[in-house]
C-alpha cells in the first residue's frame, strides 16, 4: 500500500479545548467615541504636566533640552510612562 502520511498536514494532538462562553457587552459607537475623547485628553494632560515639571526642575535647560527631542520621541515617552 501506498503511505497515507501527507508532510503538509499539521499535525495531530489530543488536547481537549474547552470553549467557554461569556457574556460580553460591546461598546456603542458613542461609548468608544467618549472613550477615545477621554484618551486623548489624558494624552495631552499628561504631556503639560511632565512639560511643565521639566521646565520647574530644570529651567532654561529644561526647555532647551525638551525643544532638542524630535516631536515623534516626545510622543514615544509619553505614552510609555
Same mark, same amino acid.
Do not use: C, H
Given at each position: 500500500?501506498?503511505?497515507?502520511?501527507?508532510?503538509?498536514?499539521?499535525?495531530?494532538?489530543?488536547?481537549?479545548?474547552?470553549?467557554?462562553?461569556?457574556?460580553?457587552?460591546?461598546?456603542?459607537?458613542?461609548?468608544?467615541? !467618549?472613550?477615545?475623547?477621554?484618551?486623548?485628553?489624558?494624552?495631552? +494632560?499628561?504631556? @503639560?504636566?511632565? &512639560?511643565?515639571?521639566? *521646565? #520647574? %526642575? !530644570?529651567?532654561?535647560?529644561?526647555?532647551?533640552?525638551?525643544?532638542? +527631542?524630535?516631536? @515623534?520621541?516626545? &510622543?514615544?515617552?509619553? *505614552? #510609555? %510612562?
Amino acid at each position: 500500500m501506498e503511505n497515507t502520511d501527507n508532510i503538509y498536514q499539521p499535525p495531530d494532538s489530543d488536547l481537549i479545548i474547552r470553549k467557554t462562553e461569556k457574556d460580553y457587552i460591546l461598546a456603542s459607537k458613542w461609548q468608544r467615541f !467618549f472613550n477615545n475623547i477621554i484618551d486623548v485628553a489624558g494624552y495631552y +494632560i499628561f504631556s @503639560i504636566i511632565i &512639560g511643565v515639571l521639566l *521646565v #520647574l %526642575l !530644570f529651567g532654561q535647560k529644561g526647555i532647551e533640552t525638551i525643544d532638542k +527631542i524630535p516631536a @515623534i520621541f516626545q &510622543g514615544w515617552i509619553v *505614552v #510609555l %510612562l
